[in-house]
């Protein structure tokens, strides 16, 4: 049997792209519960990686989940916060601001069949 997984995602975002790879999640306590992991925001260079502030989350084994970060990689450092829900009609939320002209909402609907 094929998933397919159709997204909806509706964004408003000051200066943010609409689609933004995502940070691997590397997992700093995993148990029956869910996973606490971190995303470290890393961004190559010619010889090294910087490190550019990360994301810490929980997510559950029924796919909800829960995250706060910073982004420390503009002129001031962006602040975010989040959740999403689980099943086969998920709801997504979040906000992010750097505390002046940089803030906003995301929120998207992912449907499971």
Do not use: C, W
């Amino acid at each position: 049997m094929h998933r397919i997984l159709i997204s909806l995602v509706i964004g408003l975002a000051a200066a943010a792209p609409a689609f933004a790879e995502e940070e691997p999640k590397l997992p700093l306590k995993t148990d029956d519960g869910g996973s606490l992991y971190v995303a470290p925001k890393v961004a190559p260079t010619e010889k090294s990686a910087d490190t550019n502030g990360a994301t810490v989350g929980v997510q559950k084994p029924d796919g909800s989940g829960r995250y706060i970060g910073v982004d420390t990689s503009g002129t001031r450092p962006t602040y975010s916060l989040g959740g999403s829900t689980a099943g086969d009609l998920s709801y997504s939320a979040g906000v992010f601001s750097d505390g002046k002209e940089n803030k906003g909402v995301k929120a998207g609907v992912t449907i499971k069949y």
